[in-house]
């Protein structure tokens, strides 16, 4: 590999600690290899290139899927409680590279220091939550209407998945989906966002140290980095792959879930949102005011649960967003590596022309610039200023994503209208209700109120726990990920009758002779 950059990568110590060099290779089945395209990772804090990879073509993806395939046995005849622990051990030496690799987050994608090590320690967690599901995870004993017969559920794996992450998250989407799907007994492959490859190789790294002490065919974790065009449409066209995981925007998850179920595959899609926060006029406010920041600031306003808007009952609406617009005033933006950052850079110069070019259809559909709407370009950076915007329901723009820092603040004159405004947009992953009504609590979480995945009261549409299940309805694509009994999606049911008898009784007291 060689270029002309000038790398930034010797800036940074902690990518030592964590084997990254300025040349990487970005195909991992047990072996480093690669022999695609090279290209370059940069930060977006400056627009600087780290480091370079060499990514991997359709051969090197074929020598991937066949080492998984090879892996298939020793893998699935490994005792769950086994995996479980293989997993833990994954979780324990992420603990100890917790500090870097939130630093590599925060460099290659973005987030600010607190997040990116935040980030961490959710594919910590999910790690952990695995290891106790790998003791846990059974099928059930159902009664048989047939004399000496007994009839149960069973569950097995799988077998080989895809999972394709997005640039948001890094690398707690992948601890998702990856530490689930192996306590379930499947090999995986893993293809990451090409603008965070550096992040993937990081974590690959580590997994595959921990399968190597046990003796574990590498291939159980396999990697490629590569463009979407080109390795994702290999893992979404192929039938050896019986699950993909995508997450990414919808215009993308259509086209993913329309070749995998054209092939009878499943998916597990996590898409757009367009996420709602409302507040009513009995709202404790500045619990609301803290979370409406946090919820449309975090990220940069590139989280699947930003808050995109803000719906206030009309009696409380002027002092919400006085107090909103004063908390805006005091955001820090700048370095997401420099301590009292709380605001890092778009993650890149495509997603600054999203901001830009959405101000301008805002403008245009009768929106008002509250507070932001500047590009600020800090140090070559990818910086823009938090933004809010005081819009009807009912604009065209509202309808949309824009996967960046601007929130939109609508009044509402009652929590029937405020749940209308909520569930009219295409979009269904998060929405969150501050009140202090129990009937109106009840209300936005039973079958009238929100109808969305996620739906919180008093709490952030962002944030989530990883013990519930994650993901959204309608255009956010049904999927659900992490906790409760996500595991399901990564195995196969078995509904199983024996009969233990010399009688042969059908069924529906059936005969046929």
């Not at 939109?408 to 004159?413: E, S």
């Not at 129990?438 to 995945?453: L, R, T």
Request: aromatic share 8%; hydrophobic share 35%.
């Amino acid at each position: 590999m060689s270029g002309k950059e000038e790398l930034t990568l010797n800036n940074y110590p902690f990518l030592k600690e964590l084997g990254i060099e300025e040349e990487n290779l970005g195909v991992y089945n047990g072996k480093w290899f690669g022999s695609g395209d090279v290209f370059t990772t940069v930060s977006p804090s400056d627009n600087k290139p780290i480091a370079r990879i060499r990514g991997g073509n359709a051969k090197d993806y074929e020598e991937c899927v066949k080492a998984m395939k090879e892996a298939m046995p020793v893998w699935q005849g490994t005792p769950m409680p086994k995996r479980g622990e293989v997993v833990r051990q994954i979780g324990e030496e992420l603990r100890k590279f917790i500090d870097p690799l939130g630093k590599l987050i925060s460099l290659e994608m973005g987030k600010i220091a607190a997040e990116g090590k935040g980030e961490v320690q959710e594919f910590v967690d999910v790690a952990d939550m695995a290891v106790g599901l790998s003791r846990t995870i059974g099928g059930q004993v159902l009664p048989s209407e047939r004399p000496e017969h007994f009839m149960l559920e069973n569950w097995n794996p799988l077998g080989m998945i895809g999972v394709i992450t997005a640039f948001n998250f890094p690398m707690a989407v992948c601890g998702w989906n990856t530490c689930i799907s192996m306590v379930c007994g499947n090999t995986q492959i893993w293809k990451g966002a090409t603008t965070t490859s550096l992040c993937s190789i990081a974590i690959t790294k580590i997994v595959h140290r921990v399968l190597e002490r046990n003796n574990l065919p590498g291939a159980i974790f396999s990697t490629i980095c590569g463009p979407g065009r080109e390795i994702g449409e290999l893992l979404i066209n192929d039938k050896r792959l019986t699950l993909i995981s995508f997450t990414g925007s919808t215009n993308v998850g259509t086209r993913v879930s329309t070749a995998v179920h054209g092939r009878f595959g499943r998916t597990i899609l996590e898409l757009g949102g367009n996420n709602a926060l409302i507040v009513m006029d009995d709202a404790d406010i500045e619990m609301a005011v803290r979370s409406a920041l946090f919820a449309s600031v975090g990220t940069c306003g590139q989280r699947c649960t930003t808050c995109r808007r803000l719906i206030v009952h009309e009696k409380v609406y002027d002092e919400v967003v006085e107090k909103l617009l004063r908390a805006y005033k005091t955001i820090r933006i700048g370095s997401p590596l420099e301590e009292g950052t709380l605001c890092g850079p778009l993650h890149t110069k495509s997603a600054v022309k999203e901001y830009q070019t959405g101000l301008e259809t805002i403008k245009s559909q009768g929106g008002k610039i509250l507070t932001g709407g500047n590009f600020l370009g800090t140090n070559g950076g990818n910086f823009v200023e938090p933004t809010i915007v005081a819009i009807d329901h009912d604009k065209p723009i509202v309808k949309e994503e824009l996967f960046v820092p601007i929130l939109y603040v609508i009044k509402c004159k009652s929590i029937d209208e405020a749940i209308q405004f909520n569930n009219e947009v295409p979009q269904g992953l998060s929405s969150s209700l501050f009140t202090s009504s129990h009937a109106n609590a009840f209300k936005w979480i039973g079958p009238f109120g929100s109808d969305c995945g996620i739906v919180n009261v008093n709490v952030p549409t962002n944030g989530a726990e990883v013990g519930g299940a994650f993901g959204g309805e309608k255009e956010t694509g049904g999927g659900r990920e992490s906790g409760s009994d996500s595991w399901k999606q990564y195995m196969r049911r078995v509904t199983s009758t024996i009969n233990y008898g010399k009688t042969l009784p059908l069924a529906q007291g059936l005969t046929f002779s």
